[in-house]
Each structure stands twice: as C-alpha cells, then as structure tokens.
Antibody, heavy 121, light 111 residues
C-alpha cells in the first residue's frame, strides 16, 4: 500500500523559507506516470492546491503562489519537496503531500497525514 | 482564481439522501469533465471519494455518487450514516496555468 509522510520544521519565522519533504513508501516515484504534489489547509479553513511535480521534474504551481514556491523531486531517495519563500502568517497551515492521477493530475488519490507549519517569530 | 462555491453546511437524518453542490464558471472547469470530491473528518487527511465526476475509487461506498450539469457539479450521499458526518470538498481541473481548484468545503451534519 502506498504511503506518504511529510517531514520538516513545524515553526518558521516570517520572511524565511518553509521547507518540507515527502517520503514515498510502498511505491516508486521514478518512472511512474503519476504526479506528486502539495495541498495546504489553514487552521479552520479549506483546502488549497500549492503545486505539483512529475517524476521527470516538470512543475506546476498555483498561480497565486508561483513567485514563491518550488516543488522538486529526488528519485534517488523516493522523495519530493516543497519550498515556499518569504512566508508570512497567512502561510500557517497543515501541509499535505499527495499523489495525483496520471495524464492531467486532476485528482489526489493518496495523501500523507499532514504536518502543521506555523509562521511566527 | 476564486474557489469553487459550495454551501457552507448541509444536514440530514440517518437513512436520508443529501446533495452538495459545487458551482463555478466555465473557465473553472476548463472544458474538462474532471471533478473530484473529498471527504475529510476532523484532524484527518482528505479522502478521495469521487473522481472524473462520477467514478468511485475501490473501497468507497456505492452510497456516494457524483454528477455534473453545466457549471455545477454535485455529490449525492444516499442512506446517510452517522459516519458520513464530515467536511466535503469538490475540486476541478481547470486546465493549463490554473490546474487544481478546490471548493470552499461543506460541513455535513447527520442529525
């Protein structure tokens, strides 16, 4: 069974860079037709797609975040990562990593448990 | 790009059926028939329950069904059960440049 697990600091200072890693087990990123991505959820609010990456490194970002976000993949470690720069309190959220469907990446079929990242000095 | 519009809350009694709507503009759906729905219990990760408007992943109850008419997608839950009480989100594939667009979420209460 495919499993995804987020890891990274739970506290980031304003203006700094948020960095998270998602480790995939029970399957391989390399050569798979799936996309891999990040979704976030501010406390008490709804879901927001952040960005996605293919196994070959092609990236797709939420237009509202594109100037600050980088999603990358490391097939040698079976991980993919999120970097979000110049964070503010509005970036405080639970961040989920997820697998997206092939071809269009239009649905998220496996999710990590989520990790809360708080932006505060 | 604004989120897709969902009612903030719906409610129903055990055994009843409810429908949750998800409304957007034509560009929000990008000319594709690629709408998915997610169920989220408090403190848990979302779970895929419908994809490509009408398809159910393996293991998801037949009580969950999806449809779409024009710029409104709908999720119907029949034979409501207490464990169906959760937040539900729709998501559309809006095409190149926008990609995935979520709805604001609907809180389902089973009375």
């Amino acid at each position: 069974q495919l499993q995804l697990q987020e890891s990274g600091p739970g506290l980031v200072k304003p203006s700094e860079t948020l960095s998270l890693t998602c480790t995939v087990s029970g399957g391989y990123i390399s050569g798979s037709p799936y996309f891999w991505g990040w979704v976030r959820q501010p406390p008490g609010k709804g879901l927001e797609w952040v960005g996605s990456v293919s196994y070959s490194g092609n990236t797709y970002y939420n237009p509202a975040l594109t100037s600050r976000v980088t999603v990358s993949v490391d097939t040698s470690t079976n991980q993919f990562s999120l970097r979000l720069g110049s964070v503010t309190a509005t970036d405080t959220a639970v961040y989920y990593c997820a697998r997206l469907s092939p071809i269009y990446g239009d649905y998220f079929d496996f999710w990590g448990q989520g990790t809360l990242v708080t932006v505060s000095s | 790009q604004s989120a897709l519009t969902q009612p903030a809350s719906v409610s129903g009694s055990p055994g009843q059926s409810i429908t949750i709507s998800c409304t957007g503009t034509a560009s929000d759906f990008g000319g594709y028939n690629l709408v998915s729905w997610y169920q989220q219990h408090p403190g848990k990760a979302p779970k895929l329950i419908i994809y490509e408007v009408t398809k159910r992943p393996s293991g998801v109850s037949y009580r969950f069904s999806g449809s779409r008419s024009g710029n409104t997608a709908s999720l119907t839950i029949s034979g409501l059960q207490t464990e169906d009480e959760a937040e539900y989100y729709c998501c559309s594939y809006a095409g190149v440049g926008i990609y995935s667009l979520f709805g604001g979420g609907t809180k389902l209460t089973v009375l």
